[in-house]
């Protein structure tokens, strides 16, 4: 059985493994603690906050089919929520997300869909692969304390394509990736007891330093708890990713507290994450990239819309090219 090394367990990664595993010897390499990508999930207890993505929407029906088993068990359900859309300080919209027209999420946690999907593959956590080598037309790949892992037959990169880059020197599609670009982001997370006061569940913002807010109600050991998560916008992040990270949290707070006209201060709990590579500037269409000289596969939801059924087609997309490249008679 042909052997294969994917790098990165976000969903992109999982997919691939997923429909691969049949069929090829998997490995799969994550530099983080824990598996999940933009699909994580930070603990800090009696909080937990899905700090990447906070929903998704399912509009391909292979993407439907794919998760078929995780919709049966109720991982994946409809986010029946009250959105509403801020400008100006002022709400413009209302909507009540409702069963078969809203989106979903997972149960209990979002990183619970990428747990399910890893629960067949051994993973190697917290490393990250900083060099790849060819010997005898045979991959080898080497982490960051200079750890050898091989031999492969195929190499997939399904991290972001800046990452792809620092890895691979030579590949037919590296110009074409280079130009790729990704906005940054930061991700607010806030611990209170209770805030009653806030009547929505989450609220898009136009035109201010913050593009989005969820907050998440909750009742542990007969307390009542409050996640909240509050993402700056793109331009907001890309000016100030220097900035000192203090200042960045005290700024975030006071411009949600001023756009839903709610005192944030008083939090119990505070954390500031960046996301360098957070959504591709660009929704691409490339499905995945495939070199069938070289075996080596780059894709990612960067490749597509940049969202979590995008990543599940680039993985689909690279998953029919390998096979076909592997098996043709």
Same mark, same amino acid.
């Given at each position: 059985m042909k052997k294969i090394a994917i790098i990165g367990a976000g969903?992109? $990664?999982?997919?691939?493994?997923?429909?691969? &595993?049949?069929?090829f010897n998997i490995t799969i390499f994550e530099k983080s603690? $824990?598996?999940?990508?933009?699909?994580?999930? &930070?603990?800090?207890?009696?909080?937990?906050?899905?700090?990447?993505?906070?929903?998704?929407?399912?509009?391909?029906e292979k993407f439907r089919a794919f998760l078929r088993s995780l919709l049966n068990e109720k991982i994946i359900r409809p986010w029946n929520a009250n959105y509403v859309e801020i400008k100006n300080k002022v709400i413009i919209k209302k909507e009540k997300w409702e069963n078969s027209t809203a989106p979903y999420i997972a149960y209990p946690k979002m990183n619970s869909v990428i747990k399910y999907l890893a629960d067949e593959f051994s993973i190697n956590l917290s490393c990250k692969i900083t060099r790849i080598e060819k010997i005898s037309n045979e991959w080898f790949i080497y982490d960051a304390n200079s750890n050898e892992y091989g031999p492969y037959d195929w190499v997939i990169f399904t991290i972001p394509p800046k990452q792809v880059t620092e890895i691979l020197k030579s590949f037919k599609y590296l110009n074409i990736i280079k130009k790729i670009k990704m906005r940054s982001c930061f991700t607010l997370m806030l611990g209170f007891e209770d805030m009653k006061s806030i009547k929505f569940d989450a609220a898009s913002i136009v035109d201010e330093d913050?593009?989005?807010?969820?907050?998440?109600?909750?009742?542990?050991?007969?307390?009542?708890?409050?996640?909240?998560?509050?993402?700056s916008s793109y331009d907001y992040a890309e000016k100030n990713e220097f900035?000192?990270?203090?200042?960045?949290?005290?700024y975030l707070i006071n411009t949600a507290s001023t756009t839903i006209d709610v005192d944030l201060s008083n939090y119990k709990h505070n954390a500031l994450h960046f996301w360098r590579y957070a959504m591709s500037e660009k929704k691409n269409k490339f499905g995945s990239f495939i070199d069938n000289s070289y075996r080596v596969i780059v894709c990612g939801d960067w490749c597509m819309n940049g969202r979590v059924e995008g990543a599940f087609l680039s993985a689909k997309d690279a998953a029919e090219k390998i096979l076909k490249n592997s098996f043709k008679k």
């Open positions: 969903m992109t $990664g999982m997919t691939i493994s997923s429909i691969l &595993r049949k069929k603690r $824990g598996v999940g990508g933009r699909m994580s999930t &930070r603990r800090a207890e009696p909080y937990f906050f899905n700090h990447g993505a906070q929903y998704f929407k399912i509009t391909n913050i593009s989005w807010f969820v907050i998440k109600k909750f009742k542990r050991n007969n307390c009542f708890y409050s996640n909240i998560l509050i993402n900035k000192n990270r203090e200042q960045i949290r005290n």
